[in-house]
């Protein structure tokens, strides 16, 4: 079974900032991208930023410049950390966790997702 399990979530004024964190364990046998994604009441569900396994990253334009995501291998366990600095109302989102995983060698990877956590910016 694999878990994501995400926190860091909370209340913070514009301007502020946050720090997710998002572990990654399980049966995996290797991990391909990871990434935050948020979803705005009444929105779609929207990438905020990825990583690979290479350590390259993509971000959408509007969060640039102002969060930076990163990941951490150790043993067992892979943890992608999403730094969210200059926040602005505009953030408020449920931001989730996403890993394209492949648990053992000899089944394809899929997209698991994490159960969410809540960021709330006031203006």
């Known amino acids: 079974q694999v878990q994501l399990v995400e926190s860091g979530g909370g209340l913070v004024q514009a301007g502020g900032f946050l720090r997710l964190s998002c572990a990654a364990s399980?049966?995996?046998?290797?991990?391909?991208?990871m990434g935050w994604f948020r979803q705005a009441p009444g929105k779609q569900r929207e990438l905020v930023a990825t990583?690979?396994?290479?350590?390259?990253?993509?971000?959408a334009d509007s969060v640039k410049g102002r969060f930076s995501i990163s990941r951490i291998t150790d043993k067992n366990t892979v943890t992608v950390d999403l730094q969210m600095n200059s926040l602005k109302p505009e953030d408020t989102a449920v931001y989730y966790c996403?890993?394209?995983?492949?648990?053992?060698?000899?089944?394809?990877?899929?997209?698991?997702w994490g159960q969410g956590t809540q960021v709330t910016v006031s203006s």
């Open positions: 990583i690979n396994s290479g350590g390259s990253t993509n971000y």
């Open positions: 996403k890993g394209n995983i492949k648990p053992t060698a000899y089944v394809r990877s899929s997209d698991y």
């Open positions: 399980g049966s995996i046998f290797s991990i391909n991208v």
